[in-house]
Nanobody, 127 residues
Framework: QVQLVESGGGLVQAGGSLRLSCAASGSIFSINSMGWYRQAPGKQRELVAAITSGSITNYADSMKGRFTISRDNAKNTVYLQMNSLKPEDTAVYYC?????????????????????WGQGTQVTVSS
């Protein structure tokens, strides 16, 4: 009942910028933490950045200073501004929402989903 939809991926030259967006839809009351992960071919999925509902952020070391995560709690949307992109940033970027409190249509009460994922958006950085 909770869906995450990413947008903003694409092809960019090294040194360029992209801004990813991820909107959570559904009858959502709150989301504890939202974040971005990425997975390059042949590699494990790794954390890029995360942000709590109180705007506390956490970045992977290789992204610090280049990427900025932000969040609009009213819109249940998280953003990732990526600057100074490098070819090694090429990957599928996934949005994650942790501990989503939401309602199901026609059912009384609140439900919690621990881990929700978007479908992913491709980011390709050419050299």
């Amino acid at each position: 009942q909770v869906q995450l939809v990413e947008s903003g991926g694409g092809l960019v030259q090294a040194g360029g910028s992209l801004r990813l967006s991820c909107a959570a839809s559904g009858s959502i009351f709150s989301i504890n933490s939202m974040g971005w992960y990425r997975q390059a071919p042949g590699k494990q999925r790794e954390l890029v950045a995360a942000i709590t509902s109180g705007s506390i952020t956490n970045y992977a070391d290789s992204m610090k200073g280049r990427f900025t995560i932000s969040r609009d709690n009213a819109k249940n949307t998280v953003y990732l501004q990526m600057n100074s992109l490098k070819p090694e940033d090429t990957a599928v970027y996934y949005c994650n929402a942790d501990k989503v409190l939401y309602r199901r249509p026609g059912i009384t009460g609140w439900f919690t989903v621990q881990d929700s994922w978007g479908q992913g958006t491709q980011v390709t950085v050419s050299s």
